[in-house]
């Protein structure tokens, strides 16, 4: 596997990009514990689900000791298309935690993106997100240049059963003509899009009357396992007294259904409320985690019917230009997903 190299600093910093993960990266990201909360668990499935990506490892005389990922994307910003990049994983291997490595890794890549742009015809525009609450990462970000561009909200929707697979309507494991055409009169008037309706990983629910119901959806697992303490402490023995809670919540290894690239047309609450927990038998999880810009039309129409609420986990999307003028900023939602959540 060839690398390039995008930075060194003649003292034993290196900056290597790669466009497959390779073991060493791989395991890098399933040792480190993202905002001290939680593990990834299936770390190479959840690594195949970007798009054109480079993987960028920051070596301090060899060792990776920082790492994170670039996915390329052609985007459209208010209907102008722009290269775009997807900002994820940013980490630092937990033996040298707080060094200033994943500081130095963020400042690099975004010195190679402002590169990039100065060299285009069109404009470069990367994004990520952090939890609403991480100061720390949102301080660095803007020390960057960067700029909270809107949020994302994640709910959880949760089944005692997880329920039987769908058979009364029609299913269809892909993205059918008419999801297809949903989603971009959706998504006309985003703010920020792919240019193109995404084709991986969709289902289909569709109704004679002309409803459609559809999403990208992928397994991903965690594990959440406390670090000691008292939470620790409770959690642990609670899994004990209870063994069969851990078929439906095992921190050591939660599994749930991300859901991303909502489509709910008119009158299409009642197959939303199927396949739900459709999603849940196919994936054999009790958990469903829904990812959307709350001011998407059809993610309210979801929230008008009761199947969301409105409120979750929010995070922002942070934003910045990369060479040039930046494109004027107008109204509208986000239709981008988060590959990695």
């Not at 994307?73 to 997807?86: A, C």
């Not at 990039?116 to 990462?137: K, L, T, W």
């Not at 993205?175 to 990983?201: F, G, K, M, Q, Y």
Request: charged letters at 20%.
């Amino acid at each position: 596997m060839s690398s390039q190299t995008l930075w060194f600093d003649g003292a034993g910093l290196t900056l290597e990009s790669t466009t497959r993960p390779g073991a060493e990266f791989t395991a890098h990201i399933g040792q480190v514990r993202f905002g001290d909360r939680y593990r990834r668990c299936n770390v190479a499935d959840q690594l195949a689900r970007f798009y054109r990506p480079r993987f960028l490892s920051l070596r301090d005389n060899g060792q990776l000791v920082a790492a994170m990922v670039l996915d390329e994307q052609t985007l459209q910003w208010h209907g102008k298309r722009v290269e775009g990049f997807y900002r994820g994983l940013l980490s630092a291997a937990p033996e040298v935690a707080r060094q200033g490595y994943g500081r130095t890794l963020a400042k690099q890549a975004m010195a190679w993106l402002d590169r990039r742009g100065a060299a285009r015809d069109i404009p470069v525009f990367s994004y990520g997100c952090i939890d609403a609450g991480n100061e720390r990462a949102w301080r660095l970000l803007e020390s960057l240049g960067a700029y909270p561009i809107g949020t994302l909200t994640t709910q959880i929707k949760y089944r005692q059963r997880s329920g039987v697979p769908i058979l009364d309507v029609a299913v269809t494991d892909a993205l059918t003509d008419a999801a297809a055409d949903a989603w971009r009169e959706t998504n006309t008037e985003a703010a920020l899009r792919p240019s193109s309706v995404p084709r991986d990983h969709w289902i289909t629910v569709e109704d004679p009357a002309g409803g459609v119901a559809a999403c990208r959806h992928r397994l991903t697992s965690l594990d959440l396992t406390p670090q000691g303490g008292l939470t620790g402490f409770i959690t642990e023995r609670l899994m004990l007294l209870f063994p069969p809670g851990r078929k439906r919540f095992n921190p050591g290894r939660f599994r749930y259904v991300s859901v991303s690239d909502v489509v709910a047309t008119r009158d299409s609450a009642h197959l939303w409320r199927r396949l739900i927990p459709h999603l849940m038998a196919l994936h054999d999880t009790h958990f469903v985690a829904i990812t959307a810009d709350t001011a998407s039309p059809d993610v309210q129409r979801l929230v008008a019917a009761g199947i969301l609420s409105g409120f979750g986990r929010e995070m922002r999307v942070v934003g910045k230009w990369h060479g040039g003028q930046a494109p004027a900023k107008g109204e509208g939602h986000l239709a981008v997903a988060a590959p990695d959540l």
